[in-house]
């Protein structure tokens, strides 16, 4: 049985690592970019210098090659579901069964933003050190903008970037705007109100950062956002998330439909009888889309792949924020057990985070327990 996998992220490598736990005799091939694959959760922490890029980390195909699974290096330039075959840049794959997790075209969107040349991408390495080096660089009275692109479904990172320049720059007397594309502000795409409540209160109240609600990023220019709503922020420093989608080599095999994204059947995640999208690219996974989300999708896909005896993980939210001199976690799951909400503050966080991440890395993203409840 040939099983082909594209992408080496969350998602990806959770499919590897947990077929091969299950069936030793499968022949699985990862085909990815590059061998070297970083844990981004973590990046908000090198804007502080609390880890450095060493630390995010690992070489995937010498994990792999200890699980006796195939990595190649190189690009993805054609998916044939028809003929069952994948064409790359180091020759032309064949499959029984294929794992789709080639992320949410983050650079391709990002590029789509008018103007996104005169702001950061708080998700690449490239654009995280770009944006430490123009705060390291910041002088006094520095204007800071982050914000998300509309219909962007990942706010967390926003957040934490938001608290960390304001970290950064108490002593320069900064100022920190932050976009929400909610009207209720942070986290107000919840069903819980008071979540929201308390967390704009510790944003604006503790942390002194301006929130502009219910916007999104429009357009960028050199030194000013325009927002949705045609309001004008001006800005020295600009960052900035887009919106996603599946990447364009996705949409050209034809497997998307008008929203942009892979159509799958939830909670399984198949495509069709030889094909599971996963992640970011997927249609139905939940609004605000993490690394912990594309796992969850990955072990979904497996239960549903190899018949395995046991139940689907519900789709939930868990950030836990990186701030500066202080953290956070929120937490909305639903699942068998009910649902489970909490929102707390505490530099007990940052130590969490830093923690999690290096279990992730070390252990080539095979992270069995995702503290998500079952269906």
């Known amino acids: 049985m040939k099983i082909l996998i594209l992408g080496a992220g969350y998602g990806g490598l959770t499919v590897a690592h947990r077929i091969r736990e299950y069936n030793t005799t499968a022949e699985i091939t990862v085909v990815s970019r590059s061998k070297i694959v970083r844990e981004n959760t973590i990046f908000p922490l090198l804007l502080t210098n609390d880890i450095q890029v060493k630390d995010t980390e690992f070489d995937a195909m010498e994990e792999l090659k200890k699980k006796n699974v195939e990595f190649v290096?190189?690009?993805?330039t054609e998916i044939n579901p028809q003929s069952n075959e994948v064409k790359t840049?180091?020759?032309?794959?064949?499959?029984?069964?294929?794992?789709?997790?080639?992320g949410g075209a983050y650079e391709e969107n990002f590029e789509?933003?008018?103007?996104?040349?005169y702001a950061f991408m708080h998700h690449t390495l490239d654009g995280f050190l770009g944006l430490k080096k123009a705060l390291e660089e910041a002088e006094e009275g520095v204007k800071v903008f982050v914000g998300n692109a509309k219909n962007s479904p990942i706010e967390g990172p926003s957040y934490q970037v938001a608290l960390i320049a304001e970290y950064l720059l108490r002593n320069k007397k900064g100022e920190v705007y932050l976009t929400t594309q909610s009207p209720k502000g942070v986290f107000g795409i919840l069903p819980v109100d008071y979540v929201s409540q308390k967390a704009n209160e510790y944003f604006e109240k503790k942390r002194g950062i301006k929130l502009i609600k219910g916007v999104s990023v429009k357009e960028i220019r050199k030194g000013k956002v325009v927002l949705s709503n045609n309001e004008e922020v001006e800005a020295d420093i600009i960052s900035v998330l887009p919106t996603l989608s599946a990447p364009e080599v996705v949409k050209k095999a034809g497997m998307t439909d008008d929203s942009g994204f892979v159509p799958v059947k939830l909670p399984s995640f198949k495509y069709n009888e030889r094909i599971y999208a996963l992640g970011d690219l997927a249609k139905g996974m939940i609004q605000a889309k993490t690394a912990r989300s594309a796992m969850i999708s990955a072990e979904n896909a497996v239960t549903d792949f190899l018949r395995l005896d046991r139940d689907y993980y519900s789709q939930g939210v868990l950030c836990v924020m990186e701030g500066g001199d202080d953290g956070g976690l929120l937490r909305f799951d639903k699942g068998k057990e009910g649902v489970k909400v909490a929102l707390s503050f505490g530099?007990?966080?940052?130590?969490?985070?830093?923690?999690?991440?290096?279990?992730?890395?070390?252990?080539?993203?095979n992270v069995p327990y995702h503290a998500?409840?079952?269906i």
């Open 73 to 76: 290096e190189a690009d993805i």
């Open 89 to 102: 840049t180091k020759g032309i794959f064949d499959y029984d069964y294929l794992f789709v997790a080639l």
């Open 112 to 117: 789509k933003i008018p103007g996104h040349e």
């Open 347 to 365: 530099k007990q966080y940052i130590l969490l985070k830093k923690i999690y991440s290096k279990l992730l890395v070390n252990s080539a993203f």
């Open 372 to 374: 998500s409840l079952r």
